[in-house]
């Protein structure tokens, strides 16, 4: 994956330092990222766009992995933003990134948090619902402030991995229906409004797509609703959305298309879909999470106990679990790994990775084949950029790990290990005062 190698000593190397001297240096779990890994995807995205001569935004949606220095990194590839939450959006200004590229998502956002996107004049709200219309009504005009907003729509195409499936009208929580007429009525509510600026839809279909097919179908849908809004009353959108989901490697058997491709085909589909009709090409806005940090993301354990279960397994167990990856008790999600201090040594034994956490199902990877590991082994499991520290918890008590940018030799780190005094900071002792008791 990406820039890692093994040195002479057969040691795994991550954008040119020792997996070892990482884990030495910063302590397990340990999460290390390659950020030249993230900036050749960033890369290909715009450039793609570049190539075909189409405007875009190439937006990161942070939820994948937020952080202070990821959002700077961000901001410096030239990449917009999309944020879910007051704490992303939040944590994305104190970082300096520029409010006017990043877009705000969610299907119930708070006045609080609208307000907060409002008054930093965020780039653009993604609105959801109807009550949101009514929200972004109320406070933009209650503070004298414009904003820019995209409908999210339901294509009634959904994806999943291999596979999509069309649908008249889908079961989501997110978004306008764009078959039964939520669509069009959320266009009349905000199209003569004062402070409200529409630009357009979006729409996201899934995650984890292998194949351009449903991205295709999506497209052409919503041009053909935006099409009908311009017959019918003349109505031009400058932005189609079409969200993110590009599927990335995290087992041999998946297989991904490189960015280049979905972005090919997306515009492809979107001109053959305006044909010869008297539109002009509206800006692509997309939004990849995990395709931008997934395959770029590492993390490295210290391998501690083992139980033979005769016949049965071998469990190897690490000093992270699901609460540094939830993602395989959560969606049975795989996973590759190697052990970093034994890179050439003969895969001679099957092994169930085993998490350190007090629950039966924090299995990490099962049934994988490695060298004999004893205590004190570094094991890499591989592809945990994008969604597992944002998706970290500290069950069990146990602290968050840290995380570590590697480049060209040198690292950094981009976020400090918890620590104890951390895990108490917010908890109040039954020695303090109480409030309210009479
Ligand atoms: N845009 C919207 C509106 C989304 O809801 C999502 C992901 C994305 C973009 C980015 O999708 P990506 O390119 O990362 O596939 N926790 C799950 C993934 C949840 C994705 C939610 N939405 C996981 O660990 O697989």
């Not at 708070?110 to 907060?116: C, G, I, P, T, V």
Request: glycine share 10%; charged share 20%.
């Amino acid at each position: 994956f990406g820039t890692q190698s093994v040195d002479e000593q057969g040691h795994l190397t991550i954008g040119g330092t020792s997996a070892l001297t990482l884990a030495k240096n910063y302590g397990t779990p340990l999460y290390v990222y390659d950020t030249a890994l993230i900036k050749e995807r960033a890369l290909a995205f715009i450039q793609t766009f570049e190539r075909e001569h189409v405007k875009a935004q190439v937006a990161y949606a942070s939820k994948a992995f937020s952080s202070i220095a990821m959002y700077q990194l961000a901001a410096e590839e030239g990449l917009s933003l999309d944020v879910v939450s007051g704490g992303e959006l939040y944590t994305a200004i104190h970082a300096g990134f520029p409010v006017d590229r990043i877009h705000f998502h969610g299907n119930n956002k708070s006045d609080d948090e609208l307000l907060f996107a409002l008054n930093a004049g965020i780039g653009c709200i993604v609105v959801d619902n109807f009550y949101e219309i009514e929200q972004l009504k109320r406070l933009t005009e209650n503070h004298n402030k414009q904003i820019n907003i995209l409908l999210r729509v339901t294509p009634g195409i959904e994806a999943h991995t291999h596979d999509y499936i069309t649908t008249g009208q889908a079961d989501s929580k997110f978004g306008f229906d764009l078959n039964n007429g939520q669509a069009d009525k959320a266009f009349h509510a905000v199209r003569d409004e004062k402070f409200i600026r529409l630009l357009g839809m979006h729409c996201h279909i899934g995650s984890q797509i292998f194949d351009t097919v449903a991205f295709s179908l999506a497209a052409k849908k919503l041009i053909g609703k935006m099409l009908t809004w311009k017959t019918d009353f003349g109505f031009i959108c400058p932005v189609l959305n079409l969200g993110g989901g590009f599927g990335i490697r995290y087992t041999e058997e998946d297989k991904p298309l490189q960015p280049a491709i979905y972005v090919e085909d997306m515009i492809r589909s979107i001109r053959s879909e305006i044909g010869e009709a008297d539109y002009p090409m509206p800006e692509i806005w997309i939004e990849p999470g995990r395709s931008l940090v997934g395959d770029a993301g590492t993390t490295l354990y210290s391998i501690g106990s083992q139980k033979e279960v005769p016949g049965v397994r071998n469990y190897l167990a690490v000093d992270g679990g699901m609460s540094d990856n939830i993602r395989p008790a959560l969606y049975q999600a795989k996973y590759d790994a190697a052990v970093a201090n034994k890179m050439t040594a003969e895969a001679t034994t099957t092994y169930t990775v085993a998490g350190k956490c007090c629950e039966s199902g924090d299995k990490l990877i099962e049934d994988i084949s490695l060298p004999s590991v004893e205590a004190g082994d570094i094991l890499a499991v591989f592809c945990t950029g994008a969604y597992g520290y944002s998706m970290a918890s500290n069950y069990n008590r146990l602290p968050r790990p840290a995380v570590v940018f590697v480049e060209e030799g040198s690292h950094r780190v981009v976020i400090k290990r918890e620590t104890y005094e951390d895990l108490v900071r917010l908890d109040c002792s039954l020695q303090g005062e109480t409030v309210g008791a009479h």
